[in-house]
């Protein structure tokens, strides 16, 4: 399932890395510690914030997290590359799997149980 | 810089946390837990594995990962849409500051330095 | 600044992997992935909590939350001690650091600004 | 179990937050997430070495880690304290628990099924 802007995405990543020596470095585990690191920093930003808080950010803030949601993107297309999976396809596979485990009208209305959903 | 597939993929997922009434845990600091909680599943898969063991995976384990990595584009895109930031444009932003931090000519052959480099 | 509980643990988590000939896994690189993989299985509990809900959790919740937590606290003691660091003492002077970047009078009051402290 | 190095610890770290008004900010949630953020920033320090390299840090570098390592042990056993949890009980527990999990004997010798058993 060819999607070009990540087909076009990645291969931009990859000559990037290239460009520079850095595959050596690229090994998938080295790749999934750095999208687990930017992720950790992302999430900084919110740790003291109540969930209303997070909900009405202001325009610099949110650009600043924007920026490292950015780099979880690319970390999460460079790992999909470099592990040689179709992440568009996989991601198609996932909603269809989470659409028959959480069928709509059975989890609707007991949103209290929503933890035990995910 | 609307992107077609991103933006649809997006549009899905509101969708999706709509007809379960979920918006009201999607708070942008719940999904960057939940970010985060999958990056930490993606990456338990690599823990125990050294560099090279994890550039020659078997199919099966490429594709489990391949659906942790999914996870993470999913929360990814979410919490992008709930913060009202254009994804694809902040990851067109990140690169060019990649590409001006991290000059090609100057960066490579000095590898060594990688680390002082992200 | 040697603390008998804290020796002792370590030296029982030595033996525990020497027993297993886990040693060899236990790089401070894959102890390092592995207690951030742990932080992520104990954050798992709290991502669509509100922060009053983490306040009130059941018995058995709290409980199998503090597993985690040890698991957590496991891997710290066992990364300082491949690492040849004195974890009491670096706790110690972390303490003192943090009471001069944060004089309690200053802060006090101004909980607002909490987020630019930490 | 007291442990009364532990015990004094948790009270110190108590007080610590009570002095500047930070118990509001401390629900167990949002320790949980700042308890992840350290540990992302402690491996941060080791994603582009390898296991190697991880073996032979210098000590400035090794006394930079360790102070992110105090950084997690002591939201460790504030969350602990927050949640009224036994931790070094819960500890014994769990090395227990392990010990029947990864006998020795059987254990030993099967090193690549390593990632099987944790």
């Known amino acids: 399932m ?14 990037f890395a290239r460009d520079r020596d ?4 690229h090994a998938p585990k080295n790749i999934a510690m750095a999208l687990a690191v930017e992720a950790g920093e992302l999430m900084e ?9 997070s909900e009405s950010l202001g325009e610099d803030k949110r650009r600043e997290i ?5 780099d979880v993107f690319i970390f999460t297309l460079r790992l999909a590359q470099r592990l040689g999976v179709d992440l568009p396809q996989l991601v198609e596979e996932k909603i269809t799997i ?5 069928p709509a009208e059975k989890v609707r209305g007991s949103a209290k149980k929503y933890t035990e959903y995910e």
């Open 2 to 15: 060819a999607e070009k802007y990540i087909d076009e995405l990645q291969h931009r990543l990859l000559m």
């Open 22 to 25: 850095w595959e050596q470095f």
């Open 45 to 53: 930003h919110f740790q003291w914030l109540s969930e209303a808080q």
């Open 66 to 70: 924007g920026y490292e949601l950015a």
């Open 98 to 102: 989470n659409e028959r485990k959480y």
